[in-house]
């Protein structure tokens, strides 16, 4: 089955820095990747995803790359705010969005 | 209601009773999933359905676990016999298929 690798399991940065979080998957036939992000006490929400048709996909601050042949995507955060700290998981399912895996977490605190 | 909705939102119970965690997902919403997560982890897939058809259970950790959704909308995830290493958070998501997981404020069990 599928297995989801996430690096760094913890990442501090000052506002207005750059962070950066990747994730690395086992299935070759995963072709969907979301991003969640998971404020502390609450549920955990969609903020990104990118499907295998493309290699990277851009919203505000955020953006994900995927790179298919070497089975691994990173999410990039830009000019982060305090309010960007939170934990992000990302994940990987196939066809048909079925059994979504996520990976362990990371835990980005950003400091003012 | 808006959201998914998960019951009881906190559950105390002695070793070796039987629970059960409800969860009404956002109408509509022809997927249903459960997953369980713990404390620092990622969410652990459990099981999820189509409509009312089971489609995966493979990460049901054991037969002391089960789930049903009788009617495609409201699920139960039942645990017999509990033992204290089934204590976590467990979350119920919903989704069009469209790839986003709208998830439940989840479910805390705690075995004694």
């Known amino acids: 089955g599928e297995n989801v690798e996430q690096h760094p399991s913890t990442l501090s940065v000052q506002e207005g820095d750059s962070a950066v979080i990747k994730c690395t998957y086992s299935?070759?036939?995963?072709?969907?990747f979301p991003w969640y992000k998971q404020e502390l006490g609450k549920r955990p929400q969609l903020i990104i995803d990118i499907r295998s048709n493309v290699g990277e996909k851009k919203d505000q601050r955020i953006a994900v790359t995927l790179n298919k042949t070497a089975k691994h995507f990173s999410l990039h955060i830009t000019e982060t705010q305090p309010e960007d700290s939170a934990v992000y998981f990302c994940?990987?399912?196939?066809?048909?969005?079925?059994?979504?895996?996520f990976g362990t977490g990371t835990r980005l605190l950003v400091s003012p | 209601g808006a959201g998914v909705s998960q019951s009881p939102r906190y559950k105390v119970t002695k070793r070796g009773q039987d629970v059960a965690l409800r969860c009404d997902p956002i109408?509509?919403?022809?997927?249903l999933y459960w997953y369980r997560q713990a404390l620092g982890q990622g969410p652990e897939f459990l099981t999820y359905f189509n409509y009312e058809a089971q489609q995966d259970k493979s990460g049901l950790p054991n037969d002391r676990f089960s789930a049903e959704r009788p009617e495609g909308s409201i699920s139960t995830l039942t645990i017999q016999r509990t033992e204290q290493r089934d204590s976590a958070m467990y979350r119920c998501?919903?989704?069009?298929?469209?790839?986003?997981?709208?998830f439940g404020e989840g479910s805390r069990l705690t075995v004694l």
């Open positions: 109408s509509g919403h022809v997927s």
């Open positions: 998501a919903s989704s069009l298929n469209t790839g986003e997981l709208f």
């Open positions: 299935d070759s036939a995963s072709n969907y």
């Open positions: 994940a990987a399912s196939g066809t048909g969005f079925q059994k979504l895996v």
